[in-house]
């Protein structure tokens, strides 16, 4: 049973109309949205730009997680503020104005800087990656919130479903434009990736006006008073205490952070172990991702809207495929990587989606920013523990002892999964936050 918000003055017919109209709004905002964040995907481009900046494997695994990290962590201290609002979609809209430049403002910064001061552009890259990160992180739980007042279940699961299929369909028509920038016959370093950086930058412009014309129906009820941090942070420890399935959950989004922190490593092991070149490795590897994530998107668009849980626990298990492929290929050579990588966008970019909008459906309209913002901001202690680990490991270990890490993480959330999470109920019986 979903919860969602419900407003007596609406028609059944005029909120479908709603909905509808709604629905392509968020689909523009949303697909703009992710190509920019694919044209520089976290597990291809940026971990090899950053692996032409430094060859500390800790930077780089930390460099691909930045976005999560500041995506999550402010959230929950934005759900605390965001709930004396009844209305919340000028605190998604306003400040996306300016953070949704900063990606274009670095790409320009590339090449003023030029390939000799490869250290300031690692810093750039950070500050700018890392304002990029939070600016989205405040816009977070608003964003969640007008997903579920906004659009119903079914509206919702075809969004995030054929947000996923788009993407990854334009994915397609630019990786192997993606490849022939970063060839020798491409731009030289640094400037072919400022013209990644560059279209991204405008993408996460252009995204900008579809939110605009978003039509917010009622959610829940606006809080008159902040409670004082002394008391709002108990009231979480209690909702995570009594509320079983949705800690279940929680502990199932940190296992599977644990698990995809790995995902910046094998375009390394690639190009360095296995001896691929960056032209070749980088616009397959993207494609093969992408292949798998259009396929993943066409099913979670039909299957999300019936059983989101059974596609989250089908998605998991296929989860442990990716490590167990890269495993493989360092005996037999990169061709089961080439395929990890497929089950890598089968599996990652529609799976955390599933996951919010279980969350969404969960949680009562008057509680689903602090549950929004609660379920992001612990996951954000994995994310940022995550990178850590994981460039300790392959600098220590090597990757291949990462990849079973990985592997092991993926299992328990898997288990965690089935055997605790169950299907979204009321939140009855949570103690009022």
Known sequence: MLIESVDQTVTPVQREQVYRR???????????FMVAINLIGTTTVIPDFIRHLTNSEILIGLSSSLFDIGWLLPQLFVARYVVRAARKKWWFVGPNIPVRF???????????????????????????????????????????DLTGSSLDGRW??????????????????????????????????????????????????????????IHELPGGKAVKEVPPLREFLPDLGRVLRHDSSFRAMVIVRMFSNLFIMAGPFYIGFATTQLGLTSATAVPVFLAMQTTGSVTGALLYSWLGA?????????????????????????????????????????????????????????????????????????????????????????????????????LLMALIALFVTVRYVRDPQPAAGVETL
């Open 22 to 32: 709604n629905f392509l709004f968020f689909l523009m905002d949303g697909t703009l």
């Open 102 to 144: 900063v990606i274009l403002l670095f790409a320009i910064l590339i090449v003023v800087l030029g390939k000799e001061r490869t250290g300031l552009i690692l810093a750039a890259f950070l500050i700018c990656y890392g304002i990029a990160a939070v600016g989205d992180g405040l816009v977070g739980v608003p964003w969640a």
């Open 156 to 213: 919702r699961a075809r969004f995030f479903g054929i947000m996923s299929a788009l993407t990854g369909l334009i994915m397609l028509g630019l990786s192997p434009l993606i490849g022939q920038i970063l060839s020798d016959s491409g731009p030289e370093f640094p400037n072919n990736y400022a013209l990644l950086f560059g279209a991204a930058g405008v993408l996460f412009a252009l995204s900008i006006l579809p939110t605009l014309f």
């Open 306 to 406: 019936r059983h989101n849980l059974l596609y989250i626990r089908l998605a998991l298990g296929a989860g442990p495929l990716l490590p167990i492929s890269a495993l493989l290929a360092s005996v037999v050579g990169p061709v089961p990587l080439y395929a990890g990588f497929f089950i890598a966008g089968l599996v990652v970019s529609n799976l955390f989606m599933s996951y919010l909008n279980w969350v969404v459906g969960y949680a009562t309209p008057d509680k689903r920013p602090i549950y929004a913002g609660l379920f992001n901001t612990v996951a954000a202690v994995t994310s940022l523990i995550a990178p850590l680990l994981a460039g300790t490991i392959a600098q220590s270990l090597g990757y291949e002892a990462l990849f079973v890490v990985a």
